[in-house]
T-cell receptor
Framework: SAVISQKPSRDICQRGTSLTIQCQVD?????MFWYRQQPGQSLTLIAT?????????ESGFVIDKFPISRPNLTFSTLTVSNMSPEDSSIYLC??????????FGPGTRLTVT | KNQVEQSPQSLIILEGKNCTLQ??????????LRWYKQDTGRGPVSLTI?????NTKSNGRYTATLDADTKQSSLHITASQLSDSASYIC?????????????FGTGTRLTVIP
């Protein structure tokens, strides 16, 4: 199994500012995933982060808005840039074990005012 | 279109009672189906994972069933406890290249009351 921690656990931010979310895994993993969970909605994949290469973004998400770093095999950051109230969500970091199991971090609850 | 639908959206039951949550999917080609439990303020935690050939899988008081022909799954919770109060998310994985091969339901919000 993998233990994932995220910082911050929650934050309230003003419109137009940026927030960087950190994700730390207790073991080395090839791929790390970033999800968004809007209120009452299912999880939506934002991007996949591989160490040593640029992140791969899903349709509807762009690097300028959600820049991602992956400096090593246990750590990643997601930045939510130029925030608006529509960005208020829970942001989740995730890894898988290469087979079927997927592990999620506790999430970062973001509120934009 | 690959979709996962769950019902009911929310459910309130008395402690000690049983309940069943439903999941219907149209994901193809099917790889596996997972049920997750998400406590408030926490990330989802895996309860069961079933592949095409598995019909039933249990994890303590949680029993999941899968009918791959009708593309339906259920999660049965026996003798509910207050700690079962959470959202239960059905996730279906497709056999396809790329990372975005997981399709998430919107979840069933279960509240267990004393």
């Amino acid at each position: 199994s993998a233990v994932i921690s995220q910082k911050p656990s929650r934050d309230i931010c003003q419109r137009g500012t940026s927030l960087t979310i950190q994700c730390q895994v207790d073991s080395q993993v090839t791929m790390m995933f970033w999800y968004r969970q809007q209120p009452g909605q299912s999880l939506t994949l934002i991007a996949t982060a591989n160490q040593g290469s640029e992140a791969t973004y899903e349709s509807g998400f762009v690097i300028d808005k959600f820049p991602i770093s992956r400096p090593n095999l246990t750590f990643s950051t997601l930045t939510v840039s130029n925030m608006s109230p529509e960005d208020s969500s829970i942001y989740l970091c995730s890894v898988d074990n290469g087979v079927y199991e997927q592990y999620f971090g506790p999430g970062t609850r973001l509120t934009v005012t | 279109k690959n979709q996962v639908e769950q019902s009911p959206q929310s459910l309130i039951i008395l402690e000690g009672k049983n309940c069943t949550l439903q999941c219907n999917y149209t994901v193809s080609p099917f790889s596996n189906l997972r049920w997750y439990k998400q406590d408030t303020g926490r990330g989802p935690v895996s309860l069961t994972i079933m592949t095409f050939s598995e019909n039933t899988k249990s994890n303590g008081r949680y029993t999941a069933t899968l009918d791959a022909d009708t593309k339906q799954s259920s999660l049965h919770i026996t003798a509910s406890q207050l700690s079962d109060s959470a959202s239960y998310i059905c996730v279906v994985s497709a056999f396809q290249t790329g990372a975005n091969n997981l399709f998430f339901g919107t979840g069933t919000r279960l509240t267990v009351i004393p």
